[in-house]
């Protein structure tokens, strides 16, 4: 029970160290995709529906007319191009704006925490929604997810090997680049597996439809 | 919005609803701060069917700033200038540690917030979640604080009006001030005394400990 704990507590110290938040997006409105692809339920384990075990993203087309008729924190997405994610975590559910854009050959999502739940009202109100993004690729019906690794960025920013506008958090780099800058680090690194987080990437499968 | 939520906005007063203005950086540079022992205490924020919400603070004690995992450092090894509070937000069962740095500009008082050891789930939430200051004016009496924090929608309305241009960024509708802190002060001083630039002060009684 103690190793799990520690192992446990490690990874999310990895996770925590590791992720690179940025103010801006990585997509300007022109850039985005739209893909049915990424359509439908998705689960870390590869269980049939009825039997879903650990995480769940799913992927719906923003309807941001009908979202405002209960709250308007969807206003602002209305490219026609958003992907609304309803991730399950640890029972947990937070809503995000997700969009899709292809740089030089990859395809890439970014991240947008929209509806979400934090119990503490003064720490809600000290903690702002930053954007995550990353690659993914479309293996089978499944999606794979490869984040772009904090420790890999910042070592090429502490020796002189790229310059991006960021500001370093206790436990993180926070990138303040604009969408431009962004995007160029983004196609310049986007194939070099080195920025990626050096781990097996995160696959998303896609809910089976149990045989009957 | 939640039921809940809206009780706890009440209880915690002004303070806590999400228009408080958040900044990248600090108000502070280490030569503004300064301590007044005033502070130490706990303080009442609120009040649900007679559970008090309070505030607890002391000084920081930067000789044993330790306590993370493993041994490790917890985040409050960054702040060793021996001007720092701890803040522990006390909300019903669950609290949240910040550190609190007084200061004074242009002979008035602040004081910033900034969350510290912060833990959210789910995980892939906490990704995306940045901490950010949030300041205002204060008043330390024997039995009462008072605190002005800074209002979002007079900052929103000079943006829109041209009459102020500092760095900030719109994050789904909640403003990020990213300009740096020399900026910031020069903004506070601007707007010291204008009472429409801050929120509805709250006042905080001392709870016996």
Request: aromatic share 12%.
């Amino acid at each position: 029970m103690k190793t799990r704990l520690i192992l446990t507590m490690l990874i999310i110290i990895i996770m925590v160290v590791s992720c690179i938040p940025s103010l801006y997006p990585l997509y300007r409105d022109k850039d985005l995709l739209f893909d049915t692809r990424l359509l439908g339920l998705f689960n870390t384990e590869g269980n049939m529906i009825g039997d879903i075990g650990g995480d769940t993203w799913e992927f719906e087309k923003l309807d941001w007319q009908a979202e405002n008729k209960s709250g308007s924190d969807w206003d602002k997405f209305r490219s026609g191009k958003t992907y609304k994610l309803i991730a399950l975590e640890d029972g947990k559910n937070a809503e995000f704006a997700v969009h899709l854009i292809k740089l030089g050959k990859n395809f890439y999502l970014d991240f947008f925490p929209v509806k979400y739940n934090i119990e503490h009202v003064m720490l809600d109100m000290q903690l702002i929604p930053a954007h995550i993004f990353g690659k993914i690729e479309f293996v089978d019906n499944n999606i794979v997810m490869n984040w772009f690794d904090g420790e890999f960025l910042t070592n090429l920013i502490d020796s002189n090997k790229v310059k991006i506008s960021h500001k370093m958090l206790e436990n993180s780099i926070l990138l303040t680049a604009n969408t431009e800058e962004l995007q160029k680090f983004v196609r310049k690194y986007g194939d070099n597996t080195r920025a990626f987080l050096n781990q097996d990437p995160d696959t998303m499968y896609r809910n089976k439809i149990p045989k009957i | 919005m939640k039921p809940r939520t809206v009780i706890s906005l009440i209880i915690m007063g002004m303070l806590v609803s999400s228009c408080v203005l958040s900044s990248l950086f600090p108000l502070y540079t280490e030569k503004d701060l300064m301590t007044d022992d005033g502070l130490i205490g706990k303080w009442q924020v609120g009040e649900e069917n007679g559970e008090k919400y309070y505030w607890i603070i002391e000084k920081l004690d930067t000789v044993n700033t330790g306590g993370g995992f493993l041994g490790t450092s917890s985040e409050w090894s960054e702040y060793n200038t021996s001007k720092t509070y701890r803040l522990v937000a006390v909300q019903d069962t669950i609290e949240q540690e910040f550190a609190l740095h007084l200061l004074e500009l242009d002979g008035i008082r602040y004081l910033d917030l900034y969350p510290v050891n912060v833990e959210v789930s789910p995980g892939f939430l906490a990704w995306h979640m940045v901490p950010t200051h949030i300041f205002g004016k204060v008043e330390i009496y024997k039995n009462q604080l008072i605190t002005h924090f800074f209002d979002q929608d007079f900052f929103v309305k000079l943006i829109e009006q041209n009459k102020i241009r500092i760095s900030h960024v719109d994050m789904n509708g909640r403003q990020l001030i990213t300009a740096e802190t020399d900026e910031l002060q020069k903004f506070a001083n601007k707007y010291a005394n204008q009472s429409q630039a801050f929120q509805k002060p709250d006042t905080l009684p001392r709870l016996p400990i």
